[in-house]
């Protein structure tokens, strides 16, 4: 293996085609290597910083709605809204959403309708995240590969190397013990 091979050189070596017969995320990997260049990003800081407004808005809805306290406070406007239309208001003959709370159900209603599409944004987002990490951890792990691959090459052609020059000396030797051995003593 020579010292810096080509991204020709990779490609037919590691994938027996040629590096313009690779796909996009292979013909990366390939001249990273070739360039000995990290392929390592910080994929989230990539994925945060693409995010628009609206996106980034959702991903908070998102994480408030599924968090103990969204669930506690709204635990609490419920009992609220209870207490108050039931034994507060009902005693002054006031109650503004007496029980079956006809208006609460409403709002109640009105709070899933727009809480299910932010959620699901937010979710669809994070499956985007999740590929777009997929897709790299695959790059870098074609990389570590091919490096480990490359590593085990360089290993074997130094063992070779060794083996060779030991049988060079071994012959060597033997030589010298033939000379000395037929030297008239």
Known sequence: MSRDPSPEVIAQRFFGRESKALGQRESRVVEAVAQRQSIVINTNEV?????????????????????????????????????????????????????????LNLFLSMLAALQAPVIMMSQNRQAAKDRMDAAHDYEVNLKAEIEIRGLHDKIDELRERHWAELVEMQQQQIRMLGSLVSRPN
């Open 47 to 103: 994925f945060e910083d693409t995010r628009t407004f609206g996106e980034r808005l959702a991903d908070h809805i998102a994480t408030f709605g599924g968090s103990w306290t969204f669930i506690m406070t709204f635990g609490l406007v419920l009992m609220s809204w209870v207490v108050l239309n039931t034994v507060i208001l009902a005693r002054r003959n006031a109650s503004f959403d007496p029980f079956p709370y006809i208006l």
